[in-house]
């Protein structure tokens, strides 16, 4: 971590940039909160450890919007999501300076409560959340020792990983001014297996499905607010005329409306990088309609990741008379 407030605080000192987009501490010791720095002496509070799960991309809207560059530290993960803000022209890559960050797979605070292991204190072994010479366990042989409040407790940092770093798309960053640190797989799973879980189901097992983890949506908007390709300067559900930016549900339509609209309007463009399922406090695993789409668009287009460059087109946007047309039905 010291090695990125050092490289900071040189880009700051010789003009490079004029402000840094990193993680700081937060109110407890797994909730580190995305932060601006503005200033060397601000850097105290600037931390990097497992528990930085958050995608910094999307701030940087914001940050194209401000005077001078701005250094941002991005995962591997992250830059799909960054070649895509710029591709879209939400982010001005003249402004930013990415320092590519090594990654060993990220931690969730809810992995380790579902473990059973609660009034969690102080956490060791997250510390360091890339590869450096001193740290070179994977993360299948890492442990974490977490002081509680009932006593010291362990787990290994693997289980208490993130969904997403364990069907991992890759440790390579996919747009970078430099890199520091290394990363290590962390894949162990198939990305799309819950998915076809789903579609294994009869139409009325996945309605249920769906029905009993969108009735926990209390509208908080927080998967909307995180997602990068949620990026309207106006949401169409900020609107009172329809009466759409209610933040309690309504009904059963209002709740499911929300969130199929919504995948519906990043398909093609959503990166798969999580976010929106990690914030939700209700735990709704609504990366799986994102998922789902990314999936279909796989298979009717040829695969297809989003964000893996800073100019393809993508296969909903660029029409060919060779594409798939799933809602017409030939005629004899």
């Known amino acids: 971590m010291q090695e990125l407030i ?75 999501s960054m070649n895509q803000l710029i591709k879209e022209h939400r982010v001005d890559r003249e402004k930013t300076y990415i320092i590519g960050v090594g990654c060993t797979g990220k931690l969730s605070a809810e992995k380790i409560h579902a473990l059973g292991i609660r009034a969690i204190e102080a956490v060791s072994g997250a510390e360091v959340g890339m590869f450096t010479g001193e740290n070179e366990a994977l993360a299948a042989e890492k442990t974490l020792t977490i002081q509680t ?21 890759g440790k390579e960053h996919k747009i970078f001014d430099e890199i520091i640190g290394a990363s290590a797989d962390t894949k162990d799973g198939d990305r799309f297996a819950q998915v076809e879980q789903i579609e294994a189901m009869s139409p009325a097992e996945r309605f249920a499905f769906f029905q009993a983890e969108l009735s926990k949506c209390i509208r908080c908007n927080a998967c909307r607010n995180v997602c990068p390709a949620c990026s309207c300067r106006k949401c169409v559900f900020d609107s009172n005329k329809f009466d759409s930016a209610q933040k309690a549900n309504a009904d059963s339509f209002e709740e499911k409306m929300f969130h199929i609209i919504r995948a519906f309007h990043v398909a093609g463009r959503c990166t798969d990088c999580g976010e929106c399922s990690r914030v939700c406090p209700q735990g709704i695993p609504l990366h799986l309609f994102n998922r789902k789409f990314i999936k279909d668009i796989d298979d009717f287009y040829g695969e297809f990741q989003a964000g893996e460059d800073a100019e393809t087109v993508g296969p909903l946007t660029s029409f060919t008379f060779d594409d798939v047309e799933p809602g017409v039905v030939e005629r004899g």
């Open 6 to 80: 050092n490289r900071a605080k040189e880009l700051l000192a010789d003009g490079t940039v004029v402000r840094v987009l990193g993680w700081k501490k937060g109110d407890m010791p797994y909730n580190p909160e995305p932060a601006f720095f503005e200033s060397a002496d601000a850097l105290e509070d600037f931390v990097y450890d497992g528990f930085c799960g958050a995608n910094l991309s999307k701030f940087m809207i914001e940050a194209s919007g401000k005077e001078g560059r701005t250094l941002v530290f991005l995962k591997p993960c992250d830059t799909y």
């Open 149 to 169: 409040l009932y006593g010291e407790k362990t787990c290994s940092y693997k289980d208490a990983m993130l969904e997403r770093c364990h069907v991992c798309k």
